[in-house]
């Protein structure tokens, strides 16, 4: 693990303390379970898949650790309105408070706001935080495999399963890609972005690529900013679902953001 991800596991593991003291274990499922609707989250990549489309996971970031504040002027509820208006699949919003600026409550104001499935973007090192995320709302959630073992990512992804929510597994190189397809989950999110350096090469994408099995969605992540990118990765890993954040964080309108880049594709 990482130096950065080190810090930020041991931050969570502190925050976890100070939410369970606010709210049980056995409070906050009760509070997941009642949640009964959730939006298809995989159902919705795969409707643009098959309509010929890139399916395209918008994110709403305010602030990353390697780049600070990406976007001052921050609304949730009308960037998540701008992407659904310009053809967005699904949104990821940031929750993680200490290293992206993010808020709980940055999910609900943006689901609230449009008919999108949302991720919840964070460090899930527990249990608790899979129950969590379904009481604050997400109809998905990631897990990261560098910072979790086999036996949490096959628990964790059988919670969210049981409460209506889809994964996506979040690997960068092949080792954590192996681990990954032997989970249920279809959505495999590859990282093109090494957290030890911060350098990013849309390579592993295309490397990773070349071993995904049949039923499985590559979801290429970091490093698409311009058109040339979306084409390399379309063509040379034969991606179809991206997530995308700063490329459109940077914008004054994410939405127009998300269309312009994607409008040749």
């Known amino acids: 693990m990482t130096d950065i991800l080190q810090k930020i596991v041991e931050?969570?593991?502190q925050e976890l303390i100070t939410a369970q003291r606010k709210m049980s274990l056995e409070a906050i499922k009760a509070d997941a379970y009642s949640r009964l609707t959730t939006r298809d989250f995989v159902g919705a990549i795969q409707k643009k898949i098959e309509a010929g489309k890139l399916a395209v996971i918008a994110e709403i970031k305010k602030a990353s650790p390697s780049k600070g504040v990406i976007r001052?002027?921050?609304?949730p509820a009308d960037i998540a309105q701008s992407y659904?208006?310009?053809?967005?699949?699904?949104l990821s919003v940031l929750t993680d408070q200490q290293f992206f600026q993010g808020e709980k409550d940055y999910l609900r104001q943006a689901r609230a706001s449009c008919h999108l499935p949302v991720l919840r973007k964070d460090f899930i090192i527990d249990a608790y935080q899979v129950y969590e995320s379904r009481a604050m709302g997400a109809d998905?959630?990631?897990l990261i495999a560098s910072i979790l073992t086999d036996a949490q990512m096959k628990e964790f992804e059988a919670i969210a399963i049981d409460l209506g929510?889809?994964?996506l597994v979040e690997v960068h190189d092949e080792a954590e890609f192996d681990r990954a397809i032997q989970l249920k989950t279809p959505l495999i999110g590859v990282n093109n972005r090494n957290l030890r350096?911060?350098?990013?090469?849309?390579?592993?994408?295309?490397a990773l690529?070349?071993?995904?099995p049949a039923g499985k969605i590559l979801v290429a992540e970091s490093g698409v900013a311009t058109p040339e990118d979306v084409a390399f990765l379309s063509e040379q890993a034969q991606a179809k679902t991206f997530l995308v954040g700063e490329a459109f964080m940077r914008e004054p309108d994410p939405g127009k953001a998300l269309n312009d880049l994607f409008a040749t594709a």
């Open 11 to 13: 931050v969570k593991q």
């Open 72 to 75: 001052s002027y921050f609304e």
């Open 84 to 90: 659904a208006e310009n053809g967005a699949a699904c």
């Open 140 to 142: 998905c959630v990631l």
């Open 165 to 167: 929510m889809a994964v």
């Open 197 to 206: 350096t911060f350098e990013v090469s849309l390579d592993v994408s295309v």
């Open 209 to 212: 690529s070349k071993k995904l």
